[in-house]
């Protein structure tokens, strides 16, 4: 099966709808944590509805519109990524990442978005990797920064979540910023 080693000790791999039982497992388990930033967390409540909205992931997969993938730590699952968007006619794509809260602050959301970056810039010809985040969730904002993101601007209370409507932060970096910044880090 594809794995892609992002340390001696974990790895990104698909997340599939077979595995629902482990995902709504791991939501229920981290909800507070993910749920004050990514809607899906109060939308995937049990094993049903984990495997309807992986089921959705896989047809996107199949239709080369989306993708999802899970991050494993010493085989738990401790979170993941996925193209939310993948607009191929386009050239746009935008990434989703999320984590455990013990399997912050090692890098492996790094790792595994310079994968997918790399993925898409490099082999499917994406020309602009999005990052939309909560103008307060300055976690996943560093993120972007370490990414070597650029901030596009703010769509101002563009949506509502938990009763506020927020301001999102677009993020994005260009093919030719993704392929220069390698050519400097070599
Ligand atoms: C956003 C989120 C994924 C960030 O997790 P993270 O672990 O901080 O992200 P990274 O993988 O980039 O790791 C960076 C941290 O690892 C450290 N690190 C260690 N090795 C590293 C490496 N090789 N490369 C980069 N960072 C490394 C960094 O110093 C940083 O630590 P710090 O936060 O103590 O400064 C996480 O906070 C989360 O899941 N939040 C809830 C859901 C969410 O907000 N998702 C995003 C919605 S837009």
Redesign the pocket.
Known sequence: MFAYPL?DNAELRPLEPWQAADFAAYVERHRA??A???PW?QIIVDEPSARQWLQRYAERQAADSGRIYGIWLDGALV?GTLFRVFDTASGVCEV??????E???????????RCMIDWAVDVRGMARVE????AT?T??I??AN??GMTRDGVLREVFPLNGVRIDLEVWSVLAHEWRATHAEAV
């Open positions: 340390t944590h993910l004050p930033w990514l967390a979170g989703g990442v999320w984590l455990s809260p399997a912050q602050g090692q890098g492996l959301v790094n790792r595994a978005a990052w939309r985040v909560d969730n976690r996943s560093a993120v370490r990414l």
